[in-house]
């Protein structure tokens, strides 16, 4: 068992974790974070196939890590963009529901424009 | 050796332990703190891998500007977000989300123990091939040079996302500035930190973009940092967001990109393709490349942050 085994699992049951909020957890917000989550897995294993790549002088495998890089960067611009989404949402509806029953009977007349 | 395991596996707990907490806590708010704890303890899993470039961003973006994102959202939406939890599923739809991702972090799970011995590896070709940019930092070297074309299509996606977000603006406030404003309270200890903490974080954030060619770091965790310095200040009041019309403001969002761009095409008319830097000039070039590119990423990250402009543009 080395730290690579170790931290891969976590990475998996992370990205399992961030599944099930995902799906279960009515709230937009919540299903944001949860998203995060299941990114946050999947970087991981990214990270462990970086660090089984590593060879004498080396640490790990450059490649896979820029790639994380790059990928935490997009992660963090596309939540950017939900939650933008989410609070206009909001302001136009008044609530954060999904539900396509909830909001046909919200005031419509926040909708501006 | 050992003790290391299992310091490895009680930091492996405590991360799916908070992640566990962000998941089901009923507060969003508490989950919204969760997640930023849950990516500061990430950040050390980075370490433990000896992926400090990754660890930074992780800690910087990750965990820090995502965060901040988060919880400033959780307390916009404030109570009204509680009463959507009562739409929660129901059992048995939970039951079928549970195993569907049992299932999927197993498949995860086996991968991770099944994967191929010895294990394929880049390293020796990155190593080799540095001496062709003059940066020691092999993920810098990558990212810049190896893979740039990635780099530089990032830095586009962060573009259409500021274009997402500020499409979202209400017409009349379309050019105007993003954002409440915040009160400043020269009383108030933010403001406090808000005038001793930037100039020390501006020097670290141009410092971590310098020491990026040799030594962990680079454009995007200095970026990072210098935005994290400018939102603070913005927070405590000090100073306004500019108007998302403002010329300034535009160049910077486009001059990462643009000169990449640039440098791109130049390597097709000078060098052998499209990003193919001549190897005498690569890296005075990659250090004008980051620069404008760490300029681009913390305007564009602020701006994300901030979000659609909220208040008319005129001072």
């Keep these: ?113 | 050796m050992t003790s290391d395991i299992i310091l490895d596996c009680i930091l492996a707990a405590l991360v799916l332990a908070v992640g566990c907490w962000v998941i089901v806590v009923r507060d969003s708010f508490a989950a919204a703190v969760g997640f930023v704890a849950y990516g500061l303890l990430l950040t050390l899993v980075w370490v433990r891998l000896d992926a400090i470039d990754v660890a930074l961003m992780e800690g910087a973006i990750g965990s820090g500007l995502t965060g901040a994102l988060l919880l400033r959202a959780s307390s916009r939406l404030g109570a009204k977000e509680q009463s959507t939890a009562a739409e929660q599923p129901g059992v048995m739809l939970r039951t079928v989300a549970a195993l569907l991702s049992v299932i999927v972090a197993a498949m995860l799970a086996t991968a991770v123990l099944y994967l191929p011995d010895p294990a394929p590896t880049l390293a020796p070709e990155a190593a080799a091939n540095a001496s062709a940019t003059g940066m020691a930092n092999p993920v810098t070297n990558v990212l810049m040079a190896f893979r740039a074309m990635d780099t530089m299509l990032e830095k586009v996606v962060l573009l259409v996302a500021l274009a997402g977000v500020w499409s979202l603006a209400r017409d009349r406030y379309w050019g105007g500035r993003p954002g409440p404003r915040f009160r400043s309270d020269p009383k108030d200890p933010l403001a406090l930190l808000a005038q001793t903490l930037p100039p020390l974080g501006i020097v670290v954030g141009i410092y971590m973009l310098w020491e990026g060619a040799d030594a962990p770091g680079g454009a995007f965790q200095g970026g990072t940092i210098i935005a994290a310095m400018w939102l603070l200040a913005v927070i405590a009041g000090l100073t306004d967001t500019p108007p998302v019309s403002n010329r300034r403001v535009r160049l910077a969002l486009i001059a990462g990109p643009l000169l990449f761009l640039i440098v791109g095409f130049g390597g097709l008319w000078l060098g052998e393709a499209f990003l193919a830097y001549p190897v005498a000039y690569a890296k005075p070039l990659l250090l004008v490349i980051e620069f404008a590119m760490t300029l681009t990423v913390a305007v564009t990250l602020g701006l994300l942050i901030v979000g659609p402009p909220e208040r008319e543009g005129a001072p």
Excluded: H, W
Aim: proline content about 4%.
């Design chain 1, 1 to 113: 068992m080395t730290a690579a085994v170790v931290f891969g699992l976590c990475g998996a049951a992370a990205a399992g974790l961030g599944l099930y909020g995902a799906i279960a957890n009515p709230r937009p917000l919540r299903k944001i974070l949860a998203f995060n989550l299941l990114s946050s897995g999947v970087f991981l294993l990214f990270g462990v196939i970086a660090r089984r790549g590593a060879v004498s002088a080396f640490s790990g495998d450059p490649v896979p890590q820029a790639l994380v890089i790059t990928g935490i960067v997009v992660a963090a611009a596309g939540t950017a963009l939900a939650v933008a989404l989410l609070l206009r949402f909001f302001k136009a509806t008044g609530s954060t529901t999904l539900s396509a029953g909830a909001l046909a009977s919200a005031p419509a007349d926040s909708i501006d424009e």
